[in-house]
Structure formats: C-alpha cells, structure tokens
C-alpha cells in the first residue's frame, strides 16, 4: 500500500497535526469528546454545527444504522452561542468551528463569536435535512459566495462545506472560491430515505436523511475529483473513509486532508488505527500522491 | 454487518405497577445483559431510550411527550425497538443491588440471574414501590421511603449504614442521579468505589456512540456505547451528580 511521509500539514491556512480531521456533527457536541478524539490521534476536529438560535433538533428517530453506513437526521441540534464555552478547554488546539446561518449576516455573526478562539470556520451549506439551512442555501452559488464572504472577510480560515445533492458540485465549489474561501470540504450527506416495512413508514423522525459511510466513499471520491479539476484552492475530502487506503484514494482524487466521521460508529480509536496504517518513514510525500490520479 | 432499522414489535400488554410507572410486554424477546437498554420508537413522536426490565419488557415511568404518548398506547399497537446497546453491569457473586424508584427496572433482571444477595429498595410512598413483590421472589429485599409509609423512613443509601458492605463483590446501583451521587459518597468514604457501578441516564440521539449528545465531562465517554453502566472511580471527578445536556447540548444543572 501507498504510505506518507510525516511531516508538519498545513491545509487551507490552518496547521493540523496529520492529515486526519473529525468530521462535523460526529462526538463534536462537547468540547471533552472533541479532546477525546484529539488525544486518539486525529491531526484536528471540527465542532458539530452551531447556529444564531439554540435548536433541539428533529423528533428521533435521528439515526439508523445500515449495513454499510449510517443514516441521520440530527436537524442542527446545538446550544448556539454556549458552545462558546464548551470549547474553552481546547484553545491553541487545531479545532475548526462548524458553523451556519439563514443568511450572511447570521454566519457573520456565528463566526464573530468564534473569533480568536478557533483555528479556523467551516461553512455548513450542505446538510440536506434541515428547514431554511445547510443544503437550502448551499445549492445556490450566489448565496454561497455571499455566506462564504461574510465569514472570509474576518481573515480566519473559512472552509465552505458542500453538499453532493446537486447536478454541478463545481459551480457550486468555484461560488465559494470566489467568496474567499481558504478551502473546500467535499461531501456532506447524500440525501436519502429507508422505509420500515414492519412499521411502514419511514425509519427516521424527519422522514428524509443524510447518508453517509462506505456507502458514499465513491460519490465522494468523484466530487474530490471533479473539484480538483475546477478549482484552485485546497480540498478536504470527507465521505465514507474507514481505512488508510481511502485515505490515499482520496488524496489521489485530490484531497490535501481528509475528515472522517461515520467509521467512528466501528471504531473509536479509527484515527489511531489509520495513522498506524497510512504514515511511513520512507513514505511519499504528500504532494507527490495529492491529485495524482489526474492526467 | 447487517441493518440495524428498527425492529417492529406489538405491544401484548400493558401492566401498571405504580400510578407513574407501566410495563410494556412485547410480542418478540430480545437477547440482552441485565443494564442494557433499547431505543424504544414510539411512532410520530419520538425515540427515546429505556432499560429493559426483562428480554420482551421494559417498565417506564411518565416523564415527558414520548412517554405520555406511550402510555396512551394500548395492547396491538406497535413500536420500533434498535438495540439492545450499551454495557450492561459487570457479573458478581455477591452482589448488592440498589434502586431508587424506575431505577429498579434494570436491576430486576440482575436479580432474577440469582448474583444479587441484598437489594436496597426506595420510593418516595409505599404505593410508588417498583416490582417489590418479584424482587422479593429472588432477593433479600430491604426498603426505604421517604414518607415512611414502608420500611425505613428516609432515603435508600441511608439502608447501607446497616450492612457490611465488604460482605459484597460488586455494587449496582440505578436511580435518580441525586440519590446515586449519594451512593457514590458514601462507596467513595469506604473505599470501595471500584467496585460499585452505576447506570447512568443522559438525553440521547443516536443511541450508537456517534452523535455525541450523551457524553460525559471530563473523560467525553458514551453513555450510550461506553456504558450506560459506569463504575464510581471513572465517575468521582465528574459530572456526574451535578448537570447534564438536554436536547440542544445546553448544560441543565441537576
């Protein structure tokens, strides 16, 4: 298997530990869990999502698990602005702020609370199940750019995440260049559906879901891929990676960095597990596998 | 690995054993160590997780909307039941067990399995006493109300001044989260807070160690997946006794 050389990463003006994030909305509710997993080996962590108004979320049930992923519907529960002291425990820590909003002005406004506390944002214009926000907002260029403005003006790293329920992920990832993005965090979920048949109705409270684990590493892989050809700034790549050889896929298709989110429900310690596995002494260096798989 | 979308189950019979408290008998068992829980679906409500009191039972107090839906259910009615998840309490020889109110539901099946040499039993009225009768069958039963109205008068970890606590190899203990960080004050004095454990109840979603809404301070353990079953040292310096997150994530002092 194709390994990495250790070395210091920096991936969309923010310096990480290794090339491993947290992804969003998985153990990020407190700051101990997000200290937990950056103990077990994660290179950052990103919070789970926080908004300008505490929400509690969908009517369970929030999630299922599926014989090769999960399936969720959270609906953006989070304590707003309080979270602000959840993660004091963790400042100087590689920890990026999930944050979303309606319109630009809420995002501003999530983001002016984060302000010297967080390496850097990441912008949640893609969750598919959530009334008004995330992937409402987020299939629409201009208000990307506008939101991703909004954030970028503050100078800290704004990654903008994007949701893969759209025809064109580019025109929707060059919307975020052009707002100043640092970098892109491809995928969110894919928005889908299981049905009991016991019960006959849909499996979750919210009816519709976000599908994420194995199941979506290929649609993620093509996203990377496709953004890579598109545009200029860094990808992180985030859909399905469980081991460190998706990992190296990712990479190739053109991720600097890659979050991993759902392997968390096989293994807790799935950071240290894929360190072990993905750095070697005598490893390639990572420029010489990112967005090698293109000609 | 397989699916794990919620199982369908019929509801055979609802039994009330307090004027808070029903059983609800299914039409399927579940598999499942004494202290592990389901995530019970009420359909258009909510899910909500619950103890099992036996492998085809849970016993539910009303406390909030999915409960006082449940309670408006009646035998044919269906539910989803995921799980069973978590830890479940550590096998023992001589065990000691001590439940506070519904907190009884998860140590009735501990009982049954025949390791549970004394159970310390409380309620705030003698009418509120949970399964006193079917624990009777199977342990030494010693109870505790607040009111008087049964046995001693007071709160149930008051009942341990009176045992030899060494003569037992492990604790368990359920119950509301005050009566239990008494318990724990008390197991912490003695020494013997490694070998007392505790079932702890936190808001969850996922219910599979994801989400990350049940997680305590400052270790960020999973109730849902680490326990719900903690042992007393990994909870001295805790939260655990002072505040929980509700839905939001928000902190609720207890």
């Known amino acids: 298997m194709v390994s990495i050389r250790f070395g210091p990463v920096t991936v969309g003006g923010v310096v990480l530990d290794n090339h491993l994030l947290l992804a969003a909305g998985i153990l990020g509710t407190t700051g101990s869990s997000l200290k937990r997993i950056l103990s077990s080996g994660a290179g950052g962590v990103v919070t789970k999502s926080i908004g300008p108004y505490l929400k509690e979320g969908h009517a369970g049930p929030c999630l299922v698990v599926l014989e090769d992923g999960l399936l969720n519907a959270m609906g953006l529960p989070n304590p707003s602005k309080e979270f602000v002291d959840e993660i004091a425990c963790l400042v100087k820590k590689p920890v990026i702020a999930s944050i979303f909003g309606g319109n630009p002005a809420e995002f501003a406004l999530v983001a002016s609370w984060f302000e010297g506390r967080v390496a850097g944002f990441e912008l949640n214009l893609s969750c598919p199940h959530a009334e008004g926000y995330g992937a409402a907002i987020g299939t629409d260029p201009a208000l990307v750019e506008a939101c991703t403005l909004a954030v970028s003006v503050t100078g800290i790293p704004t990654w903008v995440k994007l949701t893969p329920n759209v025809t064109d992920i580019t025109a929707i990832g060059k919307a975020a260049e052009r707002g100043g993005a640092s970098a892109i965090v491809a995928i969110n979920t894919v928005k889908a559906m299981r049905i009991s048949t016991g019960m006959q109705r849909p499996v979750l409270g919210n009816r519709y879901g976000g599908l994420s684990g194995s199941a979506v590493f290929p649609i993620a892989v093509r996203c990377v891929y496709e953004l890579y050809e598109a545009c200029t700034i860094p990808i992180i790549g985030c859909g399905g990676v469980v081991t460190a050889d998706n990992v190296i896929e990712m990479m190739m298709a053109g991720a600097s960095a890659v979050e991993i989110g759902s392997a968390v429900y096989y293994d807790v310690k799935v950071f240290e597990t894929i360190k072990a596995d993905l750095y070697r002494k005598d490893g390639l260096s990572p420029e010489q596998i990112i967005g090698s798989a293109h000609e | ?254």
């Open chain 2, 1 to 254: 690995m397989s699916d794990g979308l919620s199982l369908p189950v019929s509801i055979l019979r609802v039994k009330k054993e307090t004027s808070l408290i029903r059983t609800f008998v299914f039409d399927r068992s579940f598999p499942f160590s004494p202290g592990q829980f389901v995530m019970v679906w009420i359909p258009g409500v909510d899910e909500i997780p619950m103890a099992l009191s036996s492998e085809n039972t849970i016993t539910v107090q009303k406390a909030g909307d999915a409960t006082a839906a449940m309670f408006a259910l009646d035998p044919g009615e269906k539910l989803g039941i995921r799980g069973p998840f978590g830890n479940g309490f550590t096998k023992g020889e001589k065990v000691l067990g001590i439940a506070g109110g519904v907190g009884a539901a998860p140590l009735l099946p501990l009982a049954r399995a025949d390791c549970v040499m004394t159970l310390l039993l409380g309620a705030r009225t003698e009418n509120e006493l949970l399964f006193v009768d079917q624990l009777d069958e199977c342990t030494d039963v010693l109870i505790a109300t607040d009111d008087g109205t049964l046995g001693m008068k007071g709160y149930v970890p008051a009942l341990m001044d009176d045992l030899n606590l060494g003569a037992y190899d492990r604790i368990a203990v359920c119950g509301p989260e005050v009566m239990m960080r008494a318990v724990l004050t008390k197991v912490e004095e003695k020494g013997i807070a490694h070998k007392t454990e505790f079932s702890l109840h936190r808001y969850m979603k996922c219910g599979v160690g994801v989400c990350g809404s049940c997680c305590i301070d400052p270790s960020g353990l999973r109730v849902c997946r680490d326990g719900p079953v903690f042992s007393g040292d990994l909870l001295l310096k805790s939260e655990f006794g002072h505040y929980m997150r509700d839905a939001s994530g928000s902190k609720k002092n207890l």
